[in-house]
């Protein structure tokens, strides 16, 4: 069974940088979609950014540009690192995995389901 864990969150002033990780064990990460998930307080959970089982990627309208999701599967992990934070950024960020061969919520930028697989999360806040 897939397990995922997050590290990399924490408190960064506007206009600063984070980069989170996402390792895997458990199964080999190359069969999994994989995605980056937050939720701000009294807000919906959203798709930020997704990585398919090679390297095509979408990302949430509002973290184009300043956001970047890699992956790396020998080493079983994934990424997203972070620029320009603003204080909007702010939430607890999850990362998601499933063995579905399509999501497209990632491309609408509303998260419809279809996760199978999720860590724990991790708290961003951006804030001076």
């Known amino acids: 069974q897939l397990q995922l864990v997050e590290s990399g969150g924490g408190l960064v002033q506007p206009g600063g940088s984070l980069r989170l990780s996402c390792a895997a064990s458990?199964?080999?990460?190359?069969?999994?979609?994989m995605g980056w998930f937050r939720q701000a307080p009294g807000k919906e959970r959203e798709p930020v950014s997704c990585i398919n089982r090679g390297t095509i990627t979408t990302y949430l309208d509002s973290v184009k540009g300043r956001f970047t999701i890699s992956r790396d599967n020998a080493k079983n992990t994934m990424t997203l690192q972070m620029n320009d934070l603003k204080p909007e950024d702010t939430a607890i960020y999850s990362c998601?995995?499933?063995?579905?061969?399509?999501?497209?919520?990632?491309?609408?930028?509303?998260?419809?389901?279809?996760?199978?697989?999720w860590g724990q999360g991790i708290q961003v806040t951006v804030s001076l």
């Open positions: 998601g995995a499933t063995q579905r061969t399509t999501l497209p919520m990632c491309a609408h930028g509303v998260y419809t389901g279809g996760i199978d697989n």
């Open positions: 458990g199964s080999a990460l190359e069969d999994y979609y």
